[in-house]
């Protein structure tokens, strides 16, 4: 072979492996958005959830259960988390995310099926709360696997842009479950929605997750987890395993060894207040909005919706900048702003949409300038053999702990006549991930093999 024949045939096969690169990441995006839609639909859908499978003697009392079967479903997820961590880290990630598409879908299912209080009276309550615990289960390793799948396929210095579109899945999802929210709200009567209304997100998200699986069988395992691949692997890697802490970027010095639980807690505190932050604004502020305010059912889906696409045309903006600036920057950022408008713009939501929307907005935006981040700094932390379950562990106990919980303790508080509280510990928890990101290394540009 000439050198102008090996030179060709080596950029064929640079070609071929971005096209393969490119194919897995869509679909693994495409099936995280489908995903996120079913789990984003509960919520979009809580007051009608509410009305159909608890007691309605309270009311509030209802909401509140139907809010608390969210945080639950969000409790499974980090021993889903570590059990398909350890899982996708000994045995790939291709399977795992097959896996909890399957699962994910047949409670989708299962929801849409689930006969009401009405008919079943407690049996309804306690059906929703065990599929929700599997939905959450299957959750915590489809969100741990992609995160570490992303980073791992994508092109060293186009991490954070690539690693972005974990959290446009997050925001797309959300915004499919609102449009369909708007559209059901709009056509069907009030009545209708709370009869038989409700269930229809929950079939529609089984029948796409057919068209999700059969993108997912032709995507290719990464070469960085590939490159592990004949390291045998006799359990799962112990949480006092050491962590090699990143200099900033490639070649820029000697790494020291950290503890990995060290490393755990630091993710799990960066993450808290991004968490706290984008549930509150993602999830509950409509029903805030609506059974608090006042506010139309259309008008919060609507301008809920218009605020979230916004947010998600910025999210690989803000990827590309921290290719740029580094991921420290930009998580500043995030603490910052929204430490100081966290309360200011919850304050300023009336009956009136444009209220709703301003607030959303401005929120959103600084929520995607984190939550674009994630998913490149988690695995630029956590070496390829520990990887999955770290993460599964770290971003599933942070997001468990501050972000399912926040629409319930939101809710409580307001119940309370203290809602000032509940955005009081948002600013906190904002903090925290400051001080989180000021501990964790600068990781832009390493190479994931020699994490």
Known sequence: MTNLDAKNSAVETDQTARKQSRRSLRASTIGQLLEWYEWSSYAVFAPFIAAAMFNQSDPA?????????????????????????????????????ITTMIMMALASVAIGLMPSYDTI???????????????????????????????????????????????????????????????????????????????????????????????????????????????????????????????????????????????????IGMVSGVTAAHYTWSSYVSTYAITQQGMSIQGAYWVTVVAQIVALGTLPLWGMLSDRIGRKPVIYFFAIAMGVFQIPLMAMITDEPWTLLVASTVALVIVAASGSLLSSIMSEVFPTSQRTQSIGLAYSVSVAGFGGTAPYVYQLFVSMDLAWLSGALVVILCILTFVAMKLLPETKGVDLRTV
């Open 121 to 267: 009276g407690l049996g309804a309550s306690i059906g929703l709360l065990l599929v929700r615990m599997i939905q959450g289960f299957a959750h915590g390793g489809e969100s741990a696997t992609a995160n570490s799948y992303i980073p791992e396929i994508a092109p060293r210095q186009k991490r954070g842009q690539w690693g972005s579109l974990v959290f446009v899945a997050i925001f797309g999802g959300s915004v499919i479950a609102y449009v369909l929210g708007g559209i059901i709200s709009l056509v069907l009567a009030e009545s209708q929605v709370a009869e038989w209304g409700w269930r229809i997100p929950f079939f529609l998200g089984a029948f796409g997750a057919v068209f999700a699986l059969y993108l997912r069988r032709g995507m290719h395992e990464s070469e960085v987890f590939d490159a592990k691949s004949n390291e045998t692997i006799e359990s799962p890697v112990p949480v006092s395993a050491p962590v090699l802490e990143n200099a900033a970027g490639p070649g820029a010095g000697a790494r020291k060894p950290r503890p990995r639980w060290v490393s755990i807690l630091l993710i």
């Open 61 to 97: 009392s209802a909401l509140l259960s139907t809010l608390a079967v969210f945080a639950v479903g969000f409790l499974m997820r980090p021993l889903g988390g570590v059990v398909f961590g350890a899982i996708s880290d000994r045995k790939g990630r291709k399977k795992v995310m």
